[in-house]
């Protein structure tokens, strides 16, 4: 065989590689997940499990799988208080799309007595991947009628801007629509959303020695979460 002949063998073989890779590629499993829990407090006032807590089990074939939990209400004396508590998560995985979605909600929802109250919550995020690439979004995420002691309120289902910081003078902060996201966006992605996220933080430290004083720093002591939910897509 002459050098011309060889060099086109070469090359036939090196693209034969090549579409055996992407082939490879695109026959890969993808994998989906989800999470969502309406409640979930770590205080020194009092504690609870994420509840109530849906995941989603493990997903193969084109049939796909859902989990979902629900419970009346929820008490931490001095925390939180909340009705009519529901989590559901749910994927799908198909040779164009795979795809997770999740949702979390409560109502009458009551943190730290009166600081931040709201008529419902509901955490709301969708993850899919197709050949174009992977996306996540938090569309369908609300909270009705929420009102902050010595801020303000919001009257209605008015949409709230993704990782709002609000101080809470002796308490904390509150993140709302707190939005944390993951993966490439290529192929992979995945998103949380913790709609009402309560950072409690106290002073702790601080000396004075021989005349040498360190300032006090604050400290988190505690969180509280309501409507919190998670999906994800990727290989």
């Known amino acids: 065989m002459n050098s011309k002949s060889m060099h086109w063998v070469n090359r ?6 090549v579409a055996g890779l992407a082939a490879a590629g695109s026959a890969q499993a993808q994998s989906v997940g989800g999470q969502a829990y309406s409640t979930y407090v770590n205080t020194p006032l009092g504690s609870s499990d ?37 989590s559901i998560t749910s994927g799908e995985l198909g040779t164009a799309e795979s795809g997770a979605q999740s949702t979390a909600s409560a109502a009458s ?25 992977a996306v996540s979004d938090a569309d369908g995420s609300t909270v009705t009628n929420l009102a902050i002691a010595g801020v303000g309120s919001l009257a209605g289902d008015q949409p709230v801007a993704p990782n709002t910081n609000i101080s809470l003078p002796g308490v904390g902060y509150v993140v709302l629509n707190e939005q944390i996201p993951s993966g490439d966006g290529v192929t ?5 959303v913790n709609m009402i996220h309560v950072f409690l933080q106290s002073l ?24 919190s939910a998670t999906s994800s897509v990727g290989p």
């Not at 989603?56 to 209400?73: M, R, W």
């Open 12 to 17: 036939l073989a090196a693209l034969g590689l």
């Open 50 to 86: 994420k509840s109530p807590l849906a995941v989603l089990p493990p997903v193969s074939g084109t049939d796909g799988a859902e989990a979902d939990a629900e419970g009346s209400a929820l008490n931490v004396v001095g925390a939180l208080s909340s009705d009519f508590l529901n």
């Open 109 to 133: 929802v009551n943190v730290l007595n009166g600081l931040i109250t709201a008529d419902e919550v509901v955490a709301n995020v969708e993850s899919s991947v197709t050949s174009s690439g």
């Open 188 to 192: 992979s992605s995945g998103l949380t």
């Open 204 to 227: 702790t430290g601080g000396s004075c020695v021989l005349g040498v004083c360190t300032p006090r720093t604050l400290t988190n002591t505690g969180e509280i979460i309501v409507g």
